[in-house]
Every structure is written in C-alpha cells, then in structure tokens.
C-alpha cells in the first residue's frame, strides 16, 4: 500500500508519486487533491492502481488522477493516462465496462417556481417515459440492421429518426458520433444485450434529475450556455448499458493472451493491453466506438422521452416547456487526440476513466458558440446533493490532456452503504428536504446515498483551484429519478 510519505506536493492542490518509487514504473504519476481528499484515497488501492498504470507501454507523462478518484477495474477511477503513437497501447480497463457513462445537461426557458407546483406529476411522467433498473428493456426496440446503424452512426442516427435535433448533435461531444465505429465487431452476444435497450437509464449510480440553477459564479460562461439563476435543467446520466459492458467483457478475454503474446510484463492482469496499431488494438477500439455511439443514441432517446413529459405536462401551464442541449460528455472512453507535447503537435491514446473532457478555449473540437469560453464540463454530485458545470481551461490542455473530474467519487461500497442507510428513510429525508424521488428499489437508493460519496463541492474546488476547469454554476436537485 502507498502511503503519505511516498507521495510529494508539487502544487496547492497536486501530489507527485515520482518515477523512483518502483522500479517498474515508467513515468510518475500525479494527483489532484487536498488533503481530505487524500487520506480518503490512501484507504483503498486507487493509489496503487495509478501507479501500475505508470508501467504500461508507451506511457506519457504523468500518469494522473482527479480528486473523485476511487478503486476500480485495472485503472482508478478518476484515472487519465494517456500513451504515445505510434507503439503506445490501448487498454480496455482504461475504459470500463460502462463504455461512454455520461451526462446530459438539458436547460428549460422557465423558472422552478414556475414549475414547482407541477413537480409531482413531471416527475410521475418522466418516471414512467424513462425506463431504470437492472436489465430494463426500453420502449424502442430495434431490429439487427438498426441496431448496426445506431453502432455505427449514433447521434446522426437519433438526429435522421427524428429523435434529435441538429442543435442537439452540434452540442454534444464528437457530435454524437465516433469515426471508425465497426458494428462487425461487436459479439452477437453485445448486441443481443442491446436490442432492447436504447432509451433507458439503467441502474447504479445512473439518474434522471431535474435541477434548478441555484448559483452563477462565472456570467460570461453561463450566458453562453444558456444558463441563468432560478432556471429549471433536467440531468441525465448513464451510458451504454449491457451492450457495452459486453464489449468490455469479451475485449478484456481477447486481451489477456494478446498482452502475453506482446510480452508485455504487467503488474495486474487487469491491465490488459494492446498496440493501437495492432489487430486487437484496433478492434478493440472500433468496438469500442460502437458502444460510444449506442451510448449517446441511449442519452439522445431519453432526451426525446424528456422532452415528451415536459410537453404533456406543462404545455399550456408556462410560456415555454421546451428542453434545450446545453451540452453531453462522456466520462468512459479512450480517443485518438492531438496534444502539444515540447512544442510539437502530438498522437496520443488518451484513456478516461471517470474523467471528463476538458478542452479549453479556442479548440476546435468545441462547439463553434462556446469555443471562446472552452468546453463544457458536467460533474453531478450525489443523490441530494448539488451538482455543478464548469468549463475547460488553456492549463487543463497544459497539465491533464485537457481533462477533468467526472463527479464526487465513491467513498462506500454499495454493499457497504446499504449496511448503513435505509432505502426508505433516505427517501423520506430527501422528500423532506423538497427533493421528490421515483425509484424501483429501495435497496438501490440506498446504494447511492449522498454518505457513499466524497463532498462534491471539494472536489469541484480542487480541480478549480488547481486551475484546470472554471466554476460556472451550480445545480441543486429537485427530482430524481433511479432504477
């Protein structure tokens, strides 16, 4: 296990665990914390965990990890490494098994006082349009040659069926749509898991939530989002659902004697990994593609669905029920980026895990209206508990491979925080903190409560004070919907 004294502060807010720690390691490895935060991650393997990445083929410096880091599969949660190309690898564990976990930020033109005496019956609506727990099927189903067009196509599929808007497309990451998606990469057995369920949250820390904007912090940022004090905003968070925990799972098999094939000597067998440029790298990454892209044609029904409660719902009650895109990151995935590394322009394979894009300003890849204040980032908290959005930065682009934190980060296990909460009480004690919930499970809720997670608020400071994301505005909840 690490412990403090393995680690050195380089900044207010960011520790080093340098190259001469193990012998093994081919970088160092930093983290972005304070100091709450980080004896929270000296309790588990986070920590080891980042430093095995360290020894991966290819590895630039650092490797790092946001202050919502958390033990996971092969790399921390939280966890952002990035290799160089040609010969750097690709490492599914980089990734998850929920490929393209993201959030949906949507804003309406009315107010929460506005809305509020509807409450119950929106969140009744949303409830039963938009289909959550373990292994839900949703109401679209689609056929094999659908299915390939919505692996290969996402958003552009969403936008061509009449589910999205061009507004829509143009303010989501990649637009929706990850070039090289190959649907004859995908298991037989990936797809039949995700036939039936595009346009569902699934379970876990997945949720709908409506929100109202309950601080600005940065005006400029916030007018160009779309974003003012008192507005209602709607959330949605989940991803690729059995699809891409299949993908995951049969990608991970395929790579274990492919990583002894390369002879790559690795600390955990949950790093399997491969060479981008070889047969399984890259179908790997085109598989991976097709998940990313299923995931926001997912994000981009339930977005319709939304749309369709908040219509029936207050249509003729407010001026305006319309739901608008401010923005969808994705928070599992490993891309092909340009980044300038000693002055030169240079391929990476930028792996996230729990992390967020973060472009800054001026970056092409930003949508054209918010390209002069950066890229937006989501970062939801825990259940009853605010949620904030911020905004990519030119340091971010500097020290992070333009990332950022993803959320507040576990600090329970799920198992553990049902030891201690009640499902039903929490709800009662939400409800009574005028946050109306629609959930399937009590034991569910009870696996999200806010205690399983770190303060987001000093997560979102540190990335703020480290200076690689700006505060923008903050969201409280007003209803939640869980599988």
Known sequence: MISRQDLRRVGDYLYEIPQTFRHDMRVSAHFYADDQILSKALEDRSLEQLVNTTTLPGVMPPA???????????????????????????????????????????????????????????????????????????????????????????????????????????????????????PERVSKGAKERGTDQVGTLGSGNHFAEIDVVSKIFDVEAAEAFGLHAGQVTFQIHCGSRGLGHQVATDYIQEFQPASKRYGFQLPDRELVCAPLDSPEGRNYLAAMNCAANYAWANRQVLSYRAREAFEEVLRGRVADPDLFLVYDVAHNMAKVEQHRIGGQDTSLCVHRKGATRAFGPGNPAVPADYRAIGQPVLVPGSMGTASYVLSGTTASMERTFGSCCHGAGRVLSRSEAKRQVRGEQLREELEHAGILIRAGSMSGLAEEAPLAYKDVDRVVAVVAAAGIARIVARLQPLVVIKG
């Open 64 to 182: 790092m990890a946001m202050p919502d880091i958390h033990q996971g599969y092969g790399f921390p949660i939280g966890g952002v490494v990035a290799t160089r190309l040609p010969g750097g690898v690709i490492s599914p564990g980089g990734v998850g098994y929920d490929i393209n976990c993201g959030v949906r930020l949507l804003a309406a033109h009315i107010t929460a006082d506005e809305v509020r005496p509807y409450l119950a019956e929106l969140a009744n609506a949303l409830y039963e349009r938009l289909p959550s727990g373990v292994g839900v099927k949703g109401h679209l189903h689609v056929n094999k040659s659908e299915l390939d067009r919505i692996l290969a196509e996402g958003s552009g599929w969403a936008l061509r069926e009449g589910y999205a808007r061009s507004d829509d497309v143009e303010h989501t990451e990649e637009r929706g749509h990850m070039a090289g998606a190959d």
